[in-house]
């Protein structure tokens, strides 16, 4: 075969570390370069698509770029820290990952409301350090989910298994405030819950008012931006339970410490900090709070959904560099 017979593998780069298996998938399509390899420093210079998790790309950078540069694939949904505006407008198309990761997002947020609900972590701290907890005092401040009513800021992929799981397990009644809801999801929505048990409300308040738990599934926008702050935290339930596993900033750290410190809420599962990962430096009040339980924004990172999650970015590009009709493409 001659040289010009053999096809062309596209420069791929990947700024974060994959399974193997991924990898050698990867390397069938393309010249791919791959964290830890020293030389996927030289992206700008070489790349024609990217591969990025949490890895920023910022407008400098996108002023760098190889003028063959074509695509980038992003393991999972956020993408705050892309300059998908200054992609756009050189002609670069932003792929995502939507729903890959959603069950397992689901879980997290169902584990957080679980463990806050029955004061797990709180009373696992206490016996730790030594403290004898009887049974009787363990079991003041633990409350069931059974019956209780989920309250989604958001009600795309994650929010609907969230909703399912919920639904399934304790028979509660979902609210739903999502302004962009996109209409097959609204469909699914009437598809899974009778009407005695979901609805979907136009104003905030009125959510947060209704919900003894409320789980935050949108992402990180101007308009999303501290949109739960002290005048929202003081319109939920003093029983209920704020769990945030999407993006920080959503949630203003200050007043959700207020907030539980006065009694305005019960309870605070936080997946996301507008600092990552968490630190005590950062948020020491709060991580130290009796009633928060903190995860470094693990919710989409169990072993399994990685490399399903990293396998969905690769086939993106595989298809993009073949001509395919672009997937899952970020729209601004």
Known sequence: MSPSA??????????YPIDD???????????????????????????????????????SDVKSLNPGFKFVGKHGVGVD??????????????????????????????????????????IDRRIRSGEVVSKAE??????QLSGKTLGLIGGGNIGYQLGKMFYGSFESKIIVYDPH?????????????????????????????ESDVVSIHVPLLDSTKDLINEEQ??????????????????????????????GWITGAGIDAFSIEPPSKENFGKLIDHPR??????????????????????????????????????VKL
């Open 6 to 15: 053999v096809p062309h593998k596209p420069r791929v780069f990947c700024l």
């Open 21 to 59: 298996s991924v990898k050698e998938y990867a390397e069938r399509y393309f010249d791919f370069t791959c964290e830890p390899d020293p030389r996927v420093n030289q992206w700008k210079e070489q790349a024609e698509a990217v591969m990025v998790r949490s890895n920023k790309i910022t407008p």
């Open 81 to 122: 820290a892309i300059a998908v505006r200054e992609l756009s407008e050189k002609g670069i198309r932003v792929m995502n990952t939507p729903g890959v990761n959603a069950s397992a997002v689901a879980e997290l947020a169902l584990t957080l409301s679980l463990c806050l609900a029955r004061d797990v972590a709180s």
């Open 138 to 143: 363990g079991g003041l401040k633990g409350f």
């Open 181 to 209: 809801l996109h209409p097959s999801m609204i469909q699914k929505w009437s598809d899974l819950l009778p009407s005695s048990h979901f609805k979907r409300v136009d104003n905030l308040d009125d959510l947060l008012k």
């Open 233 to 262: 935290l003081k319109k939920m339930k003093k029983s209920s339970i704020l769990i945030n596993t999407a993006r920080g900033g959503i949630v203003n750290e200050d007043a959700l410490f207020k907030a539980l410190e006065k």
């Open 292 to 329: 928060v339980l903190s995860t470094p924004h693990i919710g989409a990172a169990s072993l399994d959904v990685i490399r399903i999650t990293a396998l969905a970015v690769v086939e993106h590009l595989v298809e993009a560099f073949r001509g395919d009709e672009l997937r899952d493409v």
